[in-house]
């Protein structure tokens, strides 16, 4: 068995046991295969097309993170840069004492939030590994709609009144000291909107989209491409059943949103994050098409976080560091090898970049993972796809 043939036989294994339907893209240098598997829609019998849409959850952040390299190579603002400027909501930060405790105790931030802090998700607030009511900033983050939970793109505030929201909360550490998890790139999408004067998505489509031909990828999916839409699927903890997370019709994403997330918001398809992912690898261009400097692209993808700061991020990062909006491998770890990088999205998406062999894979699927650990699935597509173009 060859070994292409080896990983159609892997993906085809997987949707036999029932996990999630797929539509893949493996790369090498000068060659590409797609294998589309499954129904995008159970009960519709709907099969997976190529051009079946997704959504991306949180394979947005890199997308977040180099439109803000771009505004950064254009001057706009620098990496750091105080955010204070554009966004005078998160100015004067207040720091909890402890995780733990009440919100009015607190002490004075050690410095301001800057456009770095946002791109390595050191700016002192994001996600943390306990119930949503664990401590009383995770009760008030909630309570506010803020996002530290699966994408709800049909209920968030609109960008001013989601920042307003959040400067009305303490940060949760010092900026600079810790990483945490998402955050940073819903508040990065912000600032890219406000320092442009333009909405976020049309920064995004200027400079990304149109540029690389992603005439699929958006905040929402029109009805006239509802059709090719895929359903989200979760399991009911309490039964074990699949249930239905989000329908293509009528659902969450079938109309824009009111906040176009840097975080979690984007919808896309294989080939037009193959795009985006070809685009990296190749060193920010497209044949004679740059969208980012080279200089740009390693900074991105060059671990940035110290010893104790991968630690901290331990649960999600799983012994990776993180550049610009995505995870870098910093040692071997099974089939994933130093300097590999991309990221992974909690309803079912995932995406790796190899760039000593010019190798990429992209996986979509419609399933929301149950924790940040990877399931088998997108592991053993990557160790497949590794020995097909290697």
Known sequence: ???????????????????????????????????ALGLQDV????????????????????????????????????LDDPVDHFLPELANRKVLKRIDGPLDDTVPASRPITVRDLLTFRMGFGMLMAPPDA???????????????????????????????????????HPGDTWLYHTGSAVLGVLIARASGRPFEAVLREHLFEPLGMKDTAFHVP????????????????????????????????????????????????????????????GGAVGRTRI???????????????????????????DRGWGYGVAVATHARGAV???????????????????ARSVLGVLLTQR??????PPALPVEFWRDAQRAFT
């Open 223 to 282: 009805a006239e491409k509802q059709a090719r839409f895929a359903t989200a699927y979760c399991v009911n903890p309490d039964s074990g059943r699949r249930d239905t997370y989000d329908a293509p019709r009528e659902g969450q994403w079938s109309r824009p949103p009111a906040f176009q997330s840097g975080a979690d918001g984007l919808v896309s398809t294989v080939d037009d994050y193959g795009a985006f992912a070809r685009m990296l690898l190749e």
């Open 135 to 173: 401590f009383p900033i995770l009760t008030a983050a909630n309570e506010l709609n803020l996002g530290l939970a699966p994408p709800n793109p049909a209920h968030a505030p609109a960008p001013d009144e989601w920042l307003r929201r959040l400067g009305t909360l303490p940060l949760m550490r």
């Open 43 to 78: 009960d519709r019998r709907e099969p997976m097309r190529r051009d079946t849409i997704f959504r991306l959850s949180s394979m947005t952040k890199p997308m977040t993170a180099v439109a803000a390299l771009i505004l950064i190579e254009q001057g706009r603002f620098h």
């Open 292 to 318: 980012l400097a080279r200089s740009s692209v390693d900074a991105m993808t060059t671990n940035q976080l110290t010893l104790q700061q991968q630690a901290d991020g331990a649960a999600f990062l799983d």
């Open 1 to 35: 068995m060859g070994p292409l043939a080896h990983l159609q036989e892997t993906l085809s294994r997987h949707v036999a046991d029932d996990s999630p339907r797929v539509v893949a893209l493996v790369a090498g240098r000068d060659e590409a295969e797609v294998m």
């Open 368 to 373: 929301m993972q149950m924790s940040p650990t």
């Open 337 to 355: 090898l130093p300097g590999q990088y991309g990221w992974d999205g909690g309803l079912g998406t995932s995406w790796c970049s190899d760039p």
